[in-house]
């Protein structure tokens, strides 16, 4: 069913919450704050917001525009991707940054193969301190170039979303079996399954299967309150993600742990969004939440570079991580607020308009709202 709303709730609140787990975990929280999991939210949205605007549009147009998917894609990524290399590679040349500069280093940023690159790669000697964080837009961006041409392949044949969504349920479970069976081999490197596409692609996965089988955007509540039964599908998924943080055992958290997660998400998210004026999801919709969702992905991209930064120059930082993250966390909205004001606005992609009597205006409000 197509999606009522022409935006979709919540998602931008969740996305700020995500990246502050990111820097906190950077900031010197890591033990008790989990970095990680505000990587694997990410991927989960993605999943979910780039099938819910697929969807819609080809139950619109009968088609995908892909060439115009790939062109918004590279506006919105690549120049703020190429703005903050720039800044880091300036201070590692200058000295006021830790890190290395090489051909390969850079090459594999600007290209997408930064995760596989930094398996095998001293990090600190190759590439600028701070930006090993790309690994993770690495993955993102290897599921967009595919991901397009499959959906739109599958559904131009008639498959129906259930179908499809069945089939990914197979590449998650194979992805699993492929963790476990890495994890299980001599010498295995954390590396390999934490940074790896073919290791982390069901974290998007399974944000694919909420469009696809349980599109809360089909079914918004307005003033609806949550029944007793809804809420206790809210407190066992909050029981199985904390049971995965408790869970210390390093074979499970390189393996079957994304796989928990991805599954404890789906209802979470399906919540926040449906409920999404509930009291407990309200606060994800707050315009200052929304705002730093917003700039999230400037955020994320800078982050990590300023918290180096301020560490290396700073030398009681390791004693006030607090202080660490409130200073990085003031550069990064800065920067952000830059990256929105004089960059973004100058590479905003157009897509040609649709065919007569399409109603493409959720899927473009959609793609307008979270940057997609």
Known sequence: MTPAFQTI??????????????????????????????VTVFFFLSGYLITTLLVNEFGH???IDVRNFYIRRFFRLFPPLVVTLAIAYSLVA???????????????????????????????KVMPGGTVI????????????????????LLSRGVS????????????????????????????????????TDT??????????LALWHN??????????????????????????FATFLFRSEFFRQTTRYTLQGIALYPLFYFAVRYHDNFV???????????????????????????????????????HPVMVFLVAAVISICYAMFIDKWIDPYFRWRARPRPAGGRGKDASSVAAQTGH
């Open 9 to 38: 709730p919540s998602l931008n609140g969740i996305r700020a919450a995500s990246v502050l787990l990111v820097m906190l975990s950077h900031a010197g929280f890591g033990e008790i704050v989990p970095g990680g999991f505000g």
């Open 61 to 63: 147009t009968a088609t």
């Open 94 to 124: 200058s000295g006021f940054l830790p890190g290395g500069i090489t051909l390969y280093g850079v090459l594999s940023q600007l290209f997408y193969f930064a995760n596989y690159y930094a398996m095998n790669a001293d990090i600190g």
């Open 134 to 153: 790309l690994w993770s837009l690495a993955i993102e961006e290897h599921f967009y170039i595919v991901y397009p041409l499959v959906m739109l392949g």
């Open 161 to 196: 979303v259930r179908r499809i969504g069945q089939l990914f349920v197979v590449i998650c479970a194979v992805v699993l079996l492929w963790r476990l069976y890495l994890a299980s081999q001599p010498g295995f490197l954390s590396a390999r399954t934490y940074f790896g």
């Open 200 to 209: 982390r692609i069901d974290s998007i996965l399974f944000g694919t299967l």
């Open 216 to 241: 809360p955007m089909a079914r918004i509540a307005e003033k609806e309150r949550m029944s007793v039964a809804q809420w206790a599908i809210v407190a066992a998924a909050l029981g199985l993600l």
């Open 281 to 319: 999801f309200r606060h994800l919709n707050w315009q200052w939440i929304s705002k730093i969702g917003i700039w999230s992905y400037a955020i994320y991209l800078i982050h990590y570079v300023a918290i180096i930064f301020v560490e290396t120059h700073w030398s009681g930082a390791a004693g």
